[in-house]
């Protein structure tokens, strides 16, 4: 057992504990690696499984991170990465963790109040988009965000096997009312752009307490403008040379990921994005153990994608068609893929119910249900013939809707406690549903792509997956020092109704594929020792099984500038996942090394090319035969470290992730053997000081490291730091806040103080400035 000191640490200052599931004001009790919960909103995570778990609290976010966004919460935690692009990032922010990259969005589980906020309609960003519904949360509601590494409870599908993260939401027990106004302004300049990206924010947020109910409003605006992500380009090697072609100058040189000689034309895709998020809460304590709730959630993004032209003709003029001729050789024409517009329209809705019972005796249980709904998602873009200037006043294009998208889940949970809360064992049991439902219509737009109504069925694709989950884990304290947890989990997925229709194909696709359905266990294992009075040993095992998404299956699309290819008889992911270790109380701080593999059989794996010939990414998604990582996790924390009022926390992550057997190849047989996986970097770091100068001040300096990286499967992309290139990365940031008085607070931060430029397939954000003003009632 923790001495109150050191319980006190871990729930208050430390930014990321292993305690954090308990409100600052309230003590929890850490035994053998446990957590468990005093006071406070509760977690959705497991408190009784004994494996990594880390949180960080809205106090903590608020004074020491630069959020403008919930992902923001994440930054510093061991081995997490979020590839935020801009703020309010929709379609891009990827949870990536210990041994899965960027590109793989359903290999983490993220919640809000235990609603599932993932998107397992797909992985990654191929074809269409699946990043996490970050939007339903803003940071200002945040009280409290709690995170798992791996898949060692059998509460939760294959698709926590790198992490599971939950957002703990505000609940109030009084009246109480907030307001955040933000800005963030952020030069950019890169090749022949030079620019100063601007947004703003804000957002308000009211609730109260009285009697048996409670209920909290939020309401958050952004209007973001965000850099250039995408950038036309010719290879130097595709020139032809001779007289033919505009003759340009502004073209920019460079190389690609290859490091092949190439001309950069112009930048596409510079987001102008307004975004509103709504969530209202509403709780009633039927009985003093009896507790229903209901979240409702409403996001809404409007979006624009706007190119611009590097080129310029003799007269000066922007040129954005036709055949080109950059110093004596010829090149292909500009279409309206090199300079796509777009525009987005998004209204999405999400609502949660529960009812708990919550005795702490012998037998408590919950029901609990969600869902998800793309009520409206839309994205115009002009056609490939329908080139600027023109283009941006209308002419032929295409409309992709995707509404009738959507999901939702069903929970029924029990705790059985037979000799009560200091029983000898704690069984967790249940029954879960998850269903998912995409519909994707992509239409023609013959007249005007900004205004028109659809016209001729380019192409449709959906198909809906169920996953149908019975578990059951035991936490068994077996002896004075020891506890161990066993589990079970057994799944049904099926899919069905999968269709896939091209009309314009050669020859035309209009394909109904047969349904399909697998039964898997998963079984989970862990094991905790109290060592010494202030050393824990732990060690953990688990199974994952994360079954192909719908977009996976059936999800082919082909816009412009972008092509996916899917594959119906993809094969489930299984993993199987260990961790081994130490965590050391050392009065004041808190230090983990954490020993962890993985070994993944047929792992789910998107991967993007550029097609030169189509000018064109081609995206096509694969099993890959086994991947095996291993690696170490050494992270620290610290409260009050050499004076008092500085907090500091520290990790250093090491994963060895390989390809050791694949069938499949990406130029040549056997070109992928041995080679590192994607997005996933041998070495990462992370590290945040803050410190209290006295009741009103307070500052925080951040920096994050990344190591070399390679986004293809045979690594063949060399050069990072390019336009598709992921390349290594460190950053500073910096925060200092002051309390005006008792309701009102300003801050100003600057993100990437040193102003490294890195990309992971697009390029990061460079320096940015970010000032808030917080009003507290």
């Not at 880390?54 to 919460?73: K, L, M, R």
């Not at 983990?592 to 059989?601: A, K, V």
């Not at 996790?633 to 470290?641: F, I, K, M, T």
């Not at 050069?719 to 008085?741: E, H, P």
Request: with cysteine; net charge neutral; hydrophobic share 35%.
């Amino acid at each position: 057992m923790r001495c109150n000191r050191m319980a006190l640490a871990i729930a208050i200052a430390f930014p990321f504990s292993l305690s954090a599931n308990a409100q600052t004001s309230d003590v929890p009790v850490k035994e053998l690696g446990m957590v468990t919960i005093t006071g406070g909103q509760p977690t959705s995570l497991p408190t009784q499984i004994p494996t990594t778990m880390e949180g960080v609290t809205g106090e903590q976010i608020e004074q020491s991170i630069n959020a403008t966004d919930s992902e923001d919460a994440l930054k510093y935690f061991p081995s997490l990465l979020v590839r935020k692009r801009y703020i309010g990032d929709y379609n891009h922010a990827i949870l990536s963790s210990r041994a899965s990259g960027t590109g793989n969005s359903a290999r983490s589980a993220v919640y809000a109040d235990g609603i599932l906020l993932s998107n397992y309609l797909g992985n990654g960003i191929g074809g269409l988009s699946f990043p996490p519904r970050w939007g339903l949360v803003t940071p200002e509601e945040i009280e409290r965000v709690d995170v798992m590494y791996g898949p060692f409870s059998a509460a939760y599908p294959g698709n926590s096997v790198g992490a599971v993260v939950d957002y703990v939401t505000r609940m109030p027990t009084k009246f109480e009312a907030h307001a955040k106004m933000g800005y963030v302004s952020q030069p950019f300049e890169l090749y022949g752009t030079d620019t100063t990206a601007r947004s703003w924010q804000a957002s308000t947020s009211v609730g109260n307490k009285r009697g048996d109910w409670a209920w909290f409003l939020n309401f958050n605006h952004t209007d973001s403008q965000g850099q250039p992500l995408t950038f036309a380009t010719r290879t130097l090697a595709s020139g032809t040379p001779g007289t033919a072609g505009t003759p340009v100058t502004g073209a920019v040189p460079g190389l690609n990921g290859a490091n092949a000689p190439w001309w950069i034309l112009g930048s596409g895709t510079a987001y102008t994005t307004q975004q509103d998020h709504f969530k209202a809460k509403v709780a009633w304590d039927i009985t003093p153990t009896l507790r229903a709730a209901y979240t409702l959630g409403v996001w809404q993004n409007q979006s624009q994608g706007r190119p611009v032209s590097y080129l310029r003709d003799a007269a000066g003029q922007p040129v954005t068609s036709g055949a080109i001729n950059i110093g004596g050789s010829s090149y292909a024409p500009l279409s309206g893929g090199d300079f796509a517009l777009t525009n987005e329209s998004l209204l999405h809705t999400m609502h949660g119910l529960s009812v708990k019972r919550h005795t702490q005796g012998v037998f408590d249980w919950e029901v609990a249900a969600s869902l998800y709904d793309y009520g409206k998602d839309q994205k115009r873009q002009n056609s490939a013939a329908n080139t600027l200037p023109d283009a941006a006043s209308g002419g032929p294009g295409t409309l992709a809707d995707g509404k009738g998208t959507g999901w939702n889940n069903l929970a029924l949970k029990g705790i059985w406690r037979p000799g009560g809360m200091q029983g000898a064992h704690i069984v967790d049991f249940g029954f879960q549903q998850d269903h998912y439902q995409l519909d994707y219509l992509s239409s023609a737009i013959p007249g005007n792509w900004l205004q028109d109504h659809p016209g001729a069925r380019v192409s449709e694709v959906g198909g809906k997956t169920r996953l149908q989950s019975l578990y059951a884990q035991d936490a068994w304290s077996f002896a004075p020092r020891w506890k161990m947890v066993l589990g079970l989990r057994g799944e049904r997925w099926s899919a069905y109704d999968g269709r896939t229709a091209i009309p314009g194909a050669a020859p035309a696709i209009d394909t109904r594929w047969a349904g399909r359905g697998e039964t898997h266990l998963s079984p989970k294992a862990a094991l905790s020792w109290q060592w010494l009075a202030d050393t824990v040993l732990k060690a953990s095992a688990g199974r994952a099984v994360r079954f192909p998404t719908v977009s996976e299956l059936y999800g082919a699309t082909s816009t412009a500038n972008a092509q996916y290819l899917n594959d119906p008889n993809l094969r489930p992911e299984k993993s199987w996942t260990t961790e081994l270790s130490a965590e050391k109380d050392l009065g004041n701080s808190l230090l983990r090394l954490t020993l962890f593999t993985e070994d993944t059989h047929d792992a789910l794996y998107t991967q993007t090319t550029f097609d030169t010939v189509a000018n064109r990414n081609v995206s096509r998604v694969q099993n890959v035969g086994r991947i095996a990582t291993k690696g170490l996790e050494l992270a620290w924390s610290g409260s009050d470290v050499l004076r008092r009022g500085l907090d500091l926390n520290a990790s250093v992550t090491y994963a060895d992730s390989v390809i050791k057997d694949n069938a499949g190849f990406v130029a040549v047989p056997g070109d992928t053997l041995g080679k590192r996986q994607p997005n996933v970097a041998k070495w990462r770091a992370s590290a945040l000081a803050s410190y209290r100068w006295n009741a009103r001040w307070s500052t925080s300096i951040g920096a994050r490291y990344s190591g070399p990286q390679f986004r293809t499967l045979n690594n063949s992309d060399v050069n990072g730091f390019t336009y598709m290139g992921v390349s290594q990365f460190f950053t500073v940031d910096l925060r200092a806040r002051y309390q005006v008085n008792k309701h009102l607070a300003a801050s100003f931060g600057i993100d990437n103080a040193n102003n490294y430029p890195f990309w992971n397939f697009h390029p990061y954000p460079q320096r940015s400035y970010v000032a808030e003003l917080k009003i507290d009632l």
